[in-house]
């Protein structure tokens, strides 16, 4: 990829072409594209996953469904067949391969099904209800750690073997290797039970009844009054990593040259800290981040089971419950091309940030 | 004699290499005893069944070192009886994982080509999709009432990040001065891998297993907590389901009873984590032959 910008191609090696046939090979070339081709790509392997799952394995949700129909509702075959079909917005008399075709295509247009325990109500509606508030508490949550760790290790780099240092490195150690749903358990029997700091039954849902969403200071309270103990389970659970990363890291970018020749030019301290250090310390972080993503998304959905926070994971947990297949197929989907999403944003970002990886 | 005194040997060179990091010595420490408590206390301590309706939720004594649950029955006698299960499961998904991603992670390494982007290919896919939730949709589907069924299923899928750690620490490896020595004098593959890269790779392999068994831990009572394991035997994550699902989290006088086993899960992960120090120094072969 980078090659061409360090040392220009020599002329006589590129084949003779015409200047579209060269386009075309830059853009397939082109980083962007690749990654995009690639998530795409995670995404199509995912539903295909999916698709056997529901379809093919011996006792799947359709097969299940169907009897469940039979023996509770006294239906005959035929009826339960045809009802199933219309949940899973599968044909199930067509052959496999058009099934597949036609559940590509629905999954393109959106089409999730419509779920099991409130019919009616179709799988992308519920998505796009609940989804939101994932999206809003894990980001929070995520940034806010990120930016809180990048600092505490920078600062721990820049005092390292002081009693700060000792303190937060230990600190860290502890709240990284503690499993986040757990702390959440923690947080709400010390919080909320024993020394009743917090209103905890106040603070489930995502919204106090009679406030709308709008963009008013009352309703942004609201919102981060009722996400407030997801996003401090979010933060304390990955800040420990950020911090030391970033405290290696720093470490790492204090010793090289350009460092040094900054300090000769009589940059001042702080310039040094934030310009020089701070942003070349935190770059390989972002790798990092991509990983951390899908970390906290999927195990976002234990920790909105515990505070009772109705985000996308509170439903993927309540389908997974009560065996509601069209709403888990399309929730986990629906997780899974966020996290990939995520990725591929990180990506692009860190290619942004870092200018070693020049993108030709 | 002779072997048995070299075992001996190796033994005190490994101890005494792990107390030089102190923080990691304590972490070996806590592990080795919760593994002896959890292995070889069942033996001593009897688990109480017997519900004592005058003895609800009582404050640890010394009676009942732990304080009692929801039935009067002895929270310690559970603590000691909750760990094999857990460990059981995380050691069978820890050796599964550690298998694959050392193997293909190696494989991968050395073979390049299409070879390693098939595999590079496959493994991002995987680490990608969020493993968790993925869990626990296949575990709706599929039925994991016995452990060691639990433990490789988790296994099964926890290798991608471990592989691409060990693949680019065997790539590294591959292009270090005594392997190119070794390559040199003609020593033949067979003593370049068992006498070269396995001993250099050893620390990073006895640490993925480590931290793969942290991550076997982490999932298996993330997937009880949500039901989707079948409660049977008491371990500390029935425990805590059973705390949870009974709202007895809520309830101030049933602390003990959550506290002591989620103590017992983070003590056991956070000692776990802190040990892999120690373990980095033990298994470093140019500590040993300095040593």
Not at chain 1, 56 to 60: S, T, W
């Given at each position: 990829m980078s090659t061409s910008a360090i040392a220009p191609e020599n002329p006589a090696s590129v084949h003779p072409g015409t200047s579209a046939a060269r386009g075309l090979r830059r853009v397939l070339n082109n980083f962007y594209v690749r990654r995009l081709a690639k998530a795409l790509f995670t995404v199509w392997v995912v539903s295909t996953i999916i698709f056997f799952l529901i379809r093919?394995?011996?006792?799947?949700p359709i097969e299940q469904y169907i009897a469940r129909l039979i023996e509770t509702q006294g239906m005959d075959y035929e009826n339960a067949r045809m009802q199933a079909a219309a949940l899973f917005a599968i044909d199930l008399d067509a052959p496999l391969w058009k099934q597949y075709l036609d559940y590509l295509l629905n999954l393109l247009s959106g089409n999730l099904g419509v779920s099991i325990t409130s019919p009616g109500t179709t799988v992308t509606s519920i998505i796009a209800r609940f989804l939101p508030w994932t999206i809003f508490s894990v980001g929070v949550g995520l940034i806010l750690s990120f930016t809180i760790g990048i600092l505490l290790g920078l600062m721990m780099a820049y005092r390292r073997d002081g009693l700060l240092d000792h303190i937060l490195t230990i600190f860290a150690s502890v709240v990284s290797s503690v499993p986040n749903y757990l702390l959440g358990i923690l947080l709400v029997v010390w919080l909320g039970v024993q020394w009743k700091v917090l209103p905890i039954a106040q603070m489930r849902g995502t919204m106090s009844p009679g406030v709308i969403p709008s963009f008013t200071f009352t309703f942004l309270y609201d919102a981060l009054f009722h996400a407030f103990l997801p996003i401090l389970t979010y933060v304390l659970t990955t800040v420990g990593t950020w911090m030391l990363s970033m405290k290696g890291s720093t470490i790492g970018t204090l010793g090289e040259d350009f460092v040094t020749v900054a300090r000769a030019r009589g940059l001042k301290d702080w310039r040094i800290t934030t310009a020089y250090v701070g942003r070349n310390a935190a770059l390989p972080l972002f790798t990092q981040l991509t990983i951390a993503i899908g970390f906290v998304v999927g195990g976002s959905f234990l920790i909105e089971t515990i505070f009772q926070y109705q985000g996308i994971g509170y439903v993927l947990s309540g389908a997974i419950a009560q065996r509601d297949y069209p709403v888990m197929q399309g929730v986990f989907l629906i997780i899974t091309m966020s996290v990939i999403f995520a990725n591929l944003l990180a990506d692009f970002l860190y290619g942004w940030l870092d200018p070693r990886i020049k993108i030709g | 004699m002779e072997i048995i005194r070299g075992i001996f040997r190796w033994l005190g060179t490994t101890l005494k290499l792990m107390t030089y990091n102190k923080a990691g010595f304590i972490g070996f420490l806590v592990t080795a005893a919760i593994l002896i408590m959890s292995l070889i206390g069942p033996f001593f301590v009897p688990l109480d069944t017997k519900t004592k309706l005058d003895k609800i939720y009582q404050p640890p004594s010394a009676e009942h070192w732990f304080g009692t649950d929801h039935q009067g029955r002895d929270i310690f006698s559970q603590i000691v009886h909750g760990g094999k299960d857990v460990i059981y499961v995380a050691a069978v998904a820890a050796f599964l994982s550690t298998f694959i991603a050392v193997s293909f992670g190696t494989l991968s390494a050395f073979a390049g080509g299409a070879v390693d982007s098939v595999i590079m290919g496959f493994t991002d896919i995987i680490l990608t999709i969020p493993q968790f939730p993925l869990l626990a949709v296949l575990a709706a589907f599929i039925k994991l009432d016995n452990l060691t069924f639990l433990g490789i299923f988790l296994g099964l899928l926890s290798w991608p990040a471990l592989l691409r750690a060990v693949r680019s620490q065997a790539l590294s490896l591959k292009e270090r001065d005594f392997v190119e020595a070794a390559r040199a004098l003609d020593l033949g593959a067979g003593h370049i891998i068992f006498r070269e890269l396995v001993p250099n790779m050893m620390t990073y392999i006895v640490i993925s297993f480590t931290l793969a068994m942290t991550a076997a831990v982490y999932t298996q009572v993330g997937l009880v907590l949500l039901g989707l394991v079948p409660v049977s035997s008491s371990n500390w994550g029935v425990m805590i389901s059973l705390a949870w699902t009974q709202g007895a989290i809520f309830f101030r006088d049933a602390m003990w009873r959550i506290m002591m086993p989620i103590l017992a899960i983070a003590i056991f992960q956070l000692s776990v984590i802190t040990m892999t120090r120690s373990l980095e120094l033990a298994f470093n072969p140019r500590l040993r032959t300095m040593a």
């Open positions: 093919l394995l011996p006792g799947n | -």
